[in-house]
C-alpha cells in the first residue's frame, strides 16, 4: 500500500486531543436539597480538581475510529502492484556533486536508483534519462535490471545546470506517450503535488555555500607587461563567511587575498604584478559542500603568440606588426590569396581589400572596397575626430581619444548587424560583428604602420584589437556546454579535456560541443597550442538552500497509461460519512436522554 498524500497522515498526531474533553471535570457548583441522604448512599464526593480519573464513554472510540478514517482518506492510500515497466529520470546538474556526510548527491541518487529498481523484478524493463544538458534518454532500447544498474554505476554530473522546463507537465507527458507504469524521479529538487504516475525521489538537504562567480585576467598597461585579475565571489548562506582566494598558474600559487563576504552577498578580490601564463585559476583554499564552483579558470590575453595572415598591396606598412613580441607574420598579395594555405592561422588582415566571401578564420577589413558586405566606406576625409566609442570595451580601453586623430579615414555605413565601437561625426570608424561564432572587425581608418611609443594612442588601439580577436578570458562567453569554434582543422589536431580525455578533431568539424566539464580545453596543432576555459555559469546551481520544486499534477481522466495503482481511499471517505452519521444520531439520542433525566423532579421523603 502507498500514500499518494503521506503529508496528511501527520493528523494521525492529533488524535490524543479528543481526550482532553473526557478528561477535564466540571467546577463543582453549589446547591441547596432538603437531604443529602441520596448522595451519601452512592458515594458520590466531589472534587475540586480538574483532572479525574478516566471513565471514557464507548462514543470516544467510535470518534477516534471516525477521525482515523478522514486522515487516511485525505492521504489518498493506494494499492499497487509491481511494476513492470518505468523509467528512471536521474539529475545529472551540477548541484548534484554537492557533498552529504562524505558522499554526493549523485552518489545517493544512484543507490536510491538501485532500490527502485529491485521492485521491479528480474523480467522488468527500465528505459533511462538524464536530465542535463536535456532531457534525454541514455539507451535507445529498454534495459534490463542488471544493464540499467550497470549504466547507473558509472553515470556522473556535468558541470551544467538544469535546462529550465516545466518538469511535471513534461514527465506527464513522457508517461502517457511512452505508457510507463511509474516514471521515478531521482534528484535534489523537492516535489509538489502528486501524481498517479509520477514518483519524486529526493536526495540531499540544505547547505550554505560560497562560491566564484566572476574571474578575468588582462594586462595591466601596455608599458607594463605583468598581469592584473579579478575574481568574484558570492555567500549563498545566512551569515557572513571569511575565505581565501588563491590566484594559480601551472600548478604554483601566485598569490592570495583574504575576504569577508556578508550573507547573501558578494565581494571582489584584485590581483596585480604577476607574470603572464597562457591560463589562470582562481580558488577558495577551504572547501565546502560543492567543490565545483571553488575554482574557476581563464585564459591570458592571447595576443603575444599569434599567426597572422596579411592580405595587403603594401605589405611594408604591414610588416611593422612584426616588432610585437610572439607575432608571427605571413604576407600574401590579394592576387595570392585564394591560393594560399589558411589554415593555422588565428587572425586574416585584409589590408586594402577583401575576399569574395567571409572567412572562417577571424577577420580584419582595414579600408575595405566598397562592395564590402559589411560595411561600405563612404568619403574620404583627413585628420577624422573621434565623437563617440563604446566603453567599457577591449578595443577601447586606455585610449585618449582626444589624442586619437586618424590622418586619413572613410567613416562606414554598416550594412549587416553589429556593433559601432568608434564612431566619428559623419559615421563609424570601428564596426564589429560576429557570425556563428567568428568575430570580424571592419575599420574606416588604417592603424598601420605600428609605431609603438611613437604613437602612442594608435598602437594602444592595434594591441587592443589583437586582444580582442584572441581574448578567451572573458567570463560571458566561457559556460559549461558552450561550443568551441575550431574554424579551419588540421590533420593530427587534438583537443584535450579537463578530465585528460584526449579527442582526434577531423577535417570539416567547424566546432566543438561536448564542453559539459569545467576547466581548460586545449588544442593541439603543429607548432602551437589553443586553450579555452570553460565555467558553471548557472549561479542557481551554487544557491543549495532552496531548489526550485518540481510542480506535478495529474491529469483527470487520463487513462492513456497504463496504471498499477487501485485507489481506495473514496471507500474510506464513505466509510467516515457512514460513521459520522452513526455517532451524530448515537449522540442526540444520549443528549435527548441526559436532558430528560434532569428534568425529573427530585423526591425527597420526610
Given at each position: ?47 475540586g ?27 489518498e ?25 562524505g ?48 549504466i ?19 514527465l ?20 509538489r503535488?502528486h501524481?498517479a ?24 598597461s ?19 563567511e ?16 583574504d ?88 587572425l ?38 573621434v ?10 580601453r586606455?585610449?585618449?581619444f ?6 586619413y ?34 575599420l ?16 594602444v ?146
Open positions: 500500500m502507498e500514500f499518494l498524500n503521506p503529508i496528511a497522515l501527520l493528523g494521525l498526531l492529533a488524535l490524543p486531543l479528543l481526550l482532553i474533553p473526557y478528561l477535564i471535570r466540571r467546577k463543582p457548583r453549589r446547591m441547596v436539597f432538603s437531604s443529602v441522604l441520596l448522595f451519601v448512599a452512592s458515594g458520590a464526593q466531589a472534587s480538581r480538574p483532572w479525574g480519573r478516566v471513565n471514557l464513554p464507548p462514543i470516544l472510540f467510535l470518534q477516534l475510529l471516525l477521525l482515523a478514517l478522514l486522515v487516511l482518506a485525505l492521504s492510500p493506494v494499492f499497487s502492484v509491481r511494476p513492470t515497466k518505468i523509467a528512471i529520470v536521474l539529475d545529472n546538474s551540477a548541484s548534484m556533486q554537492a557533498l552529504e556526510n558522499r554526493t548527491r549523485m552518489e545517493l541518487a544512484q543507490h536510491a536508483a538501485d532500490s527502485v529498481i529491485s521492485e521491479i523484478g528480474s523480467a522488468g524493463q527500465v528505459d533511462l534519462y538524464l536530465t542535463t544538458p536535456r532531457l534525454a534518454m541514455t539507451a535507445a532500447a529498454a534495459l534490463s535490471p542488471t544493464q540499467a544498474r550497470a547507473i554505476a558509472r553515470i556522473g554530473a556535468y558541470d551544467f545546470g538544469d535546462p529550465s522546463i516545466e518538469h511535471g507537465a513534461v506527464e507527458r513522457l508517461a502517457r506517450e511512452q505508457k510507463y507504469e511509474r516514471v521515478y524521479v531521482i534528484t535534489d529538487h523537492p516535489a503535488g501524481s504516475t509520477v514518483r519524486v525521489i529526493t536526495v540531499g538537504r540544505t547547505h550554505g555555500n560560497l562560491a566564484l562567480t566572476g574571474f578575468e585576467v588582462q594586462r595591466s601596455l608599458a607594463n607587461a605583468r598581469m592584473e585579475a579579478i575574481v568574484k565571489i558570492a555567500n549563498f548562506s545566512d551569515r557572513s571569511r575565505a581565501k582566494i588563491l590566484l594559480k598558474a601551472n600548478g604554483a600559487v601566485l598569490a592570495n587575498r575576504l569577508s563576504v556578508e550573507a547573501d552577498g558578494t565581494a571582489t578580490a584584485n590581483f596585480e604584478g604577476f607574470t603572464e601564463h597562457p591560463t589562470y585559476e582562481a580558488a577558495i583554499e577551504s572547501g565546502d559542500v560543492l567543490p565545483l564552483d571553488n575554482r574557476r579558470f581563464t585564459v591570458g590575453p592571447g595576443s603575444r603568440n599569434l599567426q597572422v595572415l596579411a592580405v595587403t598591396p603594401r605589405p611594408q606598412e604591414i610588416r611593422s606588426l612584426r616588432s610585437i613580441p610572439g607575432l608571427a607574420l605571413e604576407l600574401v598579395s590579394p592576387a595570392e590569396y585564394e591560393n594560399s594555405q589558411r589554415t593555422g592561422h588565428g586574416e588582415i585584409f589590408h586594402f581589400s577583401a575576399p569574395a566571401t567571409l572567412p572562417r578564420n577571424p577577420a580584419l577589413f582595414i579600408l575595405p572596397p566598397e562592395n564590402h558586405s559589411l560595411a561600405k566606406p563612404g568619403a574620404p576625409e583627413s585628420n577624422v575626430t565623437s563617440s566609442w563604446r566603453e567599457p570595451h577591449t578595443l577601447t586606455y585610449i585618449n582626444s589624442l586619437f586623430r586618424p590622418t579615414a572613410r567613416p562606414l555605413k554598416p550594412e549587416s548587424p553589429g556593433e559601432v565601437v568608434i564612431e566619428s561625426p559623419n559615421g563609424a570608424l570601428a564596426f564589429a560583428t560576429e557570425r556563428q561564432g567568428v568575430r570580424y572587425l571592419t574606416g581608418f588604417d592603424p598601420f604602420p605600428y609605431l609603438g611609443r611613437d604613437n602612442l594612442p594608435m598602437s588601439f592595434t594591441l587592443n584589437l589583437l586582444d580582442w580577436f584572441f581574448d578567451t578570458g572573458v567570463a560571458g562567453s566561457q559556460g559549461t556546454g558552450e561550443p568551441i569554434s575550431l574554424g579551419i582543422v588540421q590533420s593530427g589536431e587534438t583537443l584535450t579535456t579537463p578530465r585528460g580525455e584526449k579527442i582526434e578533431l577531423k577535417s570539416g568539424m567547424t566546432s566543438f560541443s561536448e564542453t559539459f566539464y569545467q576547466g581548460i580545453y586545449r588544442r593541439s596543432r603543429p607548432g602551437q597550442d589553443a586553450y579555452y576555459a570553460r565555467n558553471l555559469l548557472q549561479v542557481h546551481e551554487s544557491d543549495l538552500r532552496a531548489n526550485a520544486p518540481i510542480l506535478l499534477e495529474a491529469e483527470a481522466g487520463d487513462t492513456s497509461s497504463p496504471s498499477v495503482l487501485f485507489s481506495f481511499w473514496p471507500y474510506l471517505l464513505a466509510a467516515a460519512l457512514l460513521l459520522f452519521a452513526f455517532e451524530w444520531l448515537i449522540g442526540s439520542r444520549m443528549h435527548f436522554r441526559s436532558q430528560g433525566v434532569r428534568r425529573q423532579p427530585v423526591r425527597v421523603d420526610r
